[in-house]
């Protein structure tokens, strides 16, 4: 089949090789284990991540921001989802408490 479709892509020219064979593909997959029923995302950017708890999150950001130099503050955030049944609820946090956790270096 695959040299019937490669003859059809070449023209009707007789192929070289009787056999082809496809690139065997990686996939990595990734799985997150929640724990509890809440967890956060740190968006700076298009860079999203994501923590078990909000200290951790305010942690990396402080991390992640002192490496870059032109970030744009509209462009960072930090989300609490809380799953409760089917529902999900999604809050972001506000400035105030991040700015007070970075203050004090909470851990």
Do not use: Q
């Not at 892509?9 to 029923?37: C, Q």
């Amino acid at each position: 089949m695959v040299a019937d479709m490669m003859k059809s892509v070449l023209g009707g020219k007789k192929l070289k090789y009787h056999s082809w064979s496809l690139p065997t593909w990686r996939v990595r997959l990734v799985e997150l284990k929640v724990k509890g029923n809440t967890f956060y995302v740190l968006v700076v950017g298009n860079d999203r991540r994501i923590y078990d708890s909000e200290s951790e999150a305010v942690i990396s950001l402080k991390s992640i921001v002192s490496g870059k130099e032109d970030i744009d503050p509209e462009d960072i955030s930090i989300f609490e989802v809380t799953i409760l049944e089917e529902k999900w609820e999604i809050k972001a946090i506000p400035w105030s408490r991040i700015a007070l956790k970075l203050i004090k270096g909470e851990r």
